[in-house]
């Protein structure tokens, strides 16, 4: 499996074996008595220490060893001169397999700002921040996988082409391959989509949700986790035109089974992170700390640690959207007219009313559970009261909605009757439909968005920061 890396090297005991480092250069630090060269391969956030001899090398090849490049050095594993690092590397051969010009090379060992490094999101997995978030987003993938299996579920693969808006709000990318100078015309003067690639129209996904559904009904427990698309423009911290979103779906499941499992997952998955990734979040801790430090003392946040352990520990607050609601009413920001939007039983709560109820009143994690069905899609279930339906949200701090699922609506007639009511063609989703017709059952489900976890998890600030090449209005450039 190719050379040890810089991880395992960093771990084994120091007795002059040979070792081969191959990475980049952090930084090259030159004194009287020796070459230090920082080198760091992604493995860890950690680099190893190479030290070599003034003079033991050409000039020519010195100089070319800058932050950066790519080397493969040899020599032999000693226990470290200097404080800071319990191991090094004696540098016996140094080859470099490519420089970086410090005069162009945009990385250069100093603190650049996050909007920058989106501007070189080629480069920035080189950075210690970004390598921390990439390798604590891929121990929660993992984790992710790892609680389904455990428990009994099935990985489903959903299609990323639909030709259904599982979620009705219409915000989708198209598909097509017709040619856009030469766009068939019927008689009517409409697009002719039958001449397209599907035969009619089609576009990105925005949920798997529904086509998860048809697999619950067969395997009784199922989940998805893959891209999804949402053509809104939304220029904000909390929104990308593509993320990855993980949605269980669970036959026999009802809404406070659903809310079981969605605060049990996410909370196994943050703990796993908590175990698995201490070095990179510590280094993500600190770099928060320093951040706070220009802040006045009661801006400043909690450490990263403990807010991720006080989420795993506790349990979240449970409350019905009415409840919400009146909670909202009597607040402070209500009365003081501080809130932007108006409050009222009806309205689709905002980012600064979730805010409110999760960081000001509870300052916890909340599940708020039976919203208007106006505000929510047509799949949910109805409540007996025929105004609100089975739908729970997860709000989490400095986040807000993190997990939107429901119990779905398994009754025929009550689910074309929603269809109708918001104006689908109920010929678009037959397949849906006929689940109910043939063996329907309770079922529940919900959708995390990943990327809003990363968020969570690592105490990043925009989540443009938290995806190795994020996709929003006007930006897909790498
Ligand atoms: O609440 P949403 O729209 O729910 C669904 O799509 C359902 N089909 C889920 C289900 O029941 N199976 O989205 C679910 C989650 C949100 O809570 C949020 O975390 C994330 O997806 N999300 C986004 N993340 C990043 N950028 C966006 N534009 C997002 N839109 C939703």
């Avoid at 220490?49 to 050095?73: M, N, R, S």
């Avoid at 501080?338 to 980012?351: C, E, H, N, R």
């Avoid at 990043?460 to 450039?477: C, G, Q, T």
Wanted: a negative charge.
């Amino acid at each position: 499996m190719g050379p040890l890396q810089i991880k395992e090297i960093l771990q084994a005991t120091p007795e002059n074996q040979p070792v081969t480092l191959k990475g980049w250069v952090r930084t090259k630090r030159e004194s009287k008595n020796a070459i230090f060269i920082a080198l760091n391969d992604g493995s860890t956030i950690h680099n190893i220490q190479a030290v070599a001899q003034p003079g033991q090398f050409p000039d020519e090849l010195i100089q070319i060893v800058t932050t950066g490049a790519c080397l493969k050095i040899t020599g032999q594993l000693v226990e470290s001169q200097g404080s800071g690092q319990a191991v090094e590397v004696k540098v016996e051969s140094i080859e470099v397999y490519g420089a970086a010009d410090p005069d162009v090379y945009p990385l250069q060992p100093k603190k650049h700002s996050l909007e920058f490094l989106r501007e070189i999101a080629h480069l920035r997995p080189r950075t210690n921040t970004f390598g921390a978030i990439l390798r604590i987003r891929h121990a929660l993938a993992f984790a992710v996988h790892q609680y389904f299996n455990d428990r009994g579920f099935f990985y489903l693969h959903t299609p990323v082409i639909t030709a259904s808006d599982a979620e009705g709000a219409g915000e989708m990318f198209r598909v097509t391959t017709l040619d856009l100078n030469k766009i068939p015309r019927t008689e009517e003067g409409a697009i002719n989509f039958k001449e397209d690639f599907f035969g009619r129209e089609a576009n990105l996904t925005v949920s798997g949700q529904l086509e998860g559904e048809l697999g619950a009904m067969a395997l009784s427990k199922i989940y998805t986790f893959g891209p999804t698309f949402r053509a809104e423009n939304s220029n904000t911290t909390r929104h990308l035109a593509e993320f990855w979103m993980i949605e269980p779906e669970m036959a026999f499941f009802e809404l406070e089974d659903n809310m079981d499992a969605a605060e049990d997952f996410v909370k196994t998955v943050i703990a796993s992170a908590l175990e698995n990734c201490k070095d990179d979040l510590n280094f993500l801790q600190n770099r928060l700390a320093e951040e706070d430090k220009n802040k006045p003392q009661n801006e400043r946040s909690i450490p990263l640690l403990e807010k991720l352990s006080f989420v795993v520990d506790n349990p979240f607050e449970r409350l019905t959207y009415t409840e919400a609601i009146e909670i909202l009413l009597k607040s402070k920001p209500h009365k003081e007219k501080k809130f932007q939007y108006p409050v009222g039983w009806g309205i689709d709560l905002s980012s600064e009313h979730e805010r409110y109820l999760v960081e000001k009143h509870f300052k916890k994690p909340v599940i708020l559970t039976n919203y208007p069905k106006e505000i929510k899609s047509f799949y949910m279930k109805l409540d007996e009261d025929g105004k609100t339906v089975r739908a729970m949200d997860v709000l989490f701090p400095g986040i807000g909605e993190i997990i939107g699922g429901s119990q779905r609506e398994e009754n025929y007639e009550k689910l074309l009757g929603r269809v109708h009511e918001v104006g689908i063609d109920p010929q678009n989703l037959w397949w849906y439909l006929e689940t109910r017709k043939f063996g329907t059952a309770p079922h529940s489900g919900f959708g995390l968005g990943f990327e809003r976890l990363v968020l969570f998890v690592t105490g990043m600030s925009n989540i443009r920061d938290v995806i190795p090449f994020p996709r929003y209005p006007k930006s897909a450039e790498f």
